[in-house]
């Protein structure tokens, strides 16, 4: 009798639970739609060289609606009617997207802008990387001056050996040799070449510390800077939450193409 009077409440408290979950779950799901489908801004804060331009976008606005745009002081930062702000004098200001539905106002989203010094001159501290494929490293840069608020964007002149994503971060994704270019919006850039080699090649490469013999064509006078290449930090390891596609946020004027350095769209999300 007790047995059975046991595995009744055994059963029972196990209906109760899986029903608990499944409510759980259900309800978990609805509120990340739901916040899925709030009204806002692809950032709330952003940070524009002077000359530069920066789109500010409105992301679950209701269909048929109106976005204006404004900014607290037109001196620091324009915005025009698509949400293109355009840093016109170093300072900070706000601007405001206010949805309009029907005539109505229904939201007002609001975005901290700082307005700094372009950039003048830029250095990767990288001249070469060499990783298997998979692997991944951000490369860093040395931005003149200091006090710069802009942003490099990012270019690889082949991504399917080595992707980059608007902040620099490689990815190793086929054998072979390509270049990553670092351009301001002045035209100036720096380039780092990336060797991409298989699993063989990569381990011999780990034991003897060159690519002679590996790379065909390759000499130590290729490698004038040894320093450059540092084997503990070619893969950053638990870092694996780095999109390979992300669409830079800022919107510099012109597009970086492969033959021209003078020419120079984060991202959330790679610039090519």
């Known amino acids: 009798m007790n047995k059975h009077f046991s595995r009744q409440r055994t059963i029972c408290f196990l209906g109760l639970f899986l029903l608990f979950m499944i409510i759980f779950t259900g309800f978990s799901t609805y509120t990340q739609a739901k916040a899925d489908e709030t009204v806002r801004l692809n950032v709330t804060e952003a940070a524009i060289a002077k000359d530069g331009v920066f789109r500010l976008r409105v992301y679950n606005a209701p269909k048929n609606s109106k976005i204006i745009y404004r900014s607290s002081d037109t001196s620091i930062a324009y915005v025009d009617n698509r949400g293109y702000i355009t840093g016109i004098s170093n300072g900070e200001c706000i601007v405001t997207a206010t949805v309009v539905v029907n005539g ?25 990387i060499v990783l298997g494929i998979g692997m991944k490293k951000t490369l860093k840069t040395i931005i003149s001056p200091l006090n710069t608020v802009e942003k490099p964007v990012f270019y690889s002149s082949d991504k399917d050996i080595a992707s980059v994503t608007t902040i620099g971060r490689v990815r190793a994704k086929g054998v072979g040799e390509t270049e990553i270019f670092a351009f301001l919006l002045n035209g100036e850039s720096a380039e780092c070449k990336v060797y991409v080699l298989d699993e063989d090649d990569y381990k011999k490469y780990t034991e003897t510390g060159t690519l002679v013999g590996i790379i065909e064509g390759y000499s130590e006078t290729d490698d004038d800077g040894k320093e450059d290449i540092d084997n503990s930090q070619i893969t950053d390891e638990g870092d694996t939450t780095e999109a390979d596609d992300v669409t830079p946020t800022e919107e510099p004027t012109k597009e970086p193409t492969p033959t021209s350095v003078k020419e120079v769209e984060s991202t959330e999300k790679e610039t090519k």
């Open 104 to 128: 109505t106002p229904s939201d007002t989203l609001k975005c901290s802008v700082t307005i700094g010094p372009a950039a003048i001159s830029i250095k990767l501290t990288k001249s070469e």
